[in-house]
């Protein structure tokens, strides 16, 4: 099983990042997949999760409106389109995939928000 994310980076305030995580070694389409993120001493905060069908979707409040959680079950990857990034946005970004009891986590991908 393997999760991995790219797209994260530095970008200055109010600018957009897409984060991608391609999955491999599990049925990727019968999970729900999340991602969520972690800043410097805070907890693990939930962003965005998406159906296995890619039927519906939530969202952490602090991202609702700037943030857009999609997935291609024939690519096995899920995606994160962040716009209007603010600095409190700034942390390490992961995906996860979870279908009952069983959940993965990917290595996660930095995102730092600064002028």
């Known amino acids: 099983v393997q999760l991995v994310e790219s797209g994260g980076g530095l970008v200055q305030p109010g600018g957009s990042l897409r984060l991608s995580c391609a999955a491999s070694g599990f049925t990727f389409s019968s999970y729900v997949m999340s991602w969520y993120r972690q800043a410097p001493g805070k907890d693990r905060e939930l962003v965005a999760t998406?159906?296995?069908?890619?039927?519906?979707?939530n969202y952490g409040d602090s991202v609702k409106g700037r943030f857009t959680i999609s997935r291609d079950n024939a690519k096995n990857t899920v995606y994160l389109q962040m716009n209007s990034l603010k600095p409190e946005d700034t942390a390490v970004y992961y995906c996860?995939?979870?279908?009952?009891?069983?959940?993965?986590w990917g290595q996660g991908t930095q995102v730092t928000v600064s002028s």
């Open positions: 998406i159906a296995s069908t890619g039927g519906s979707s």
């Open positions: 996860s995939a979870v279908r009952f009891a069983s959940r993965h």
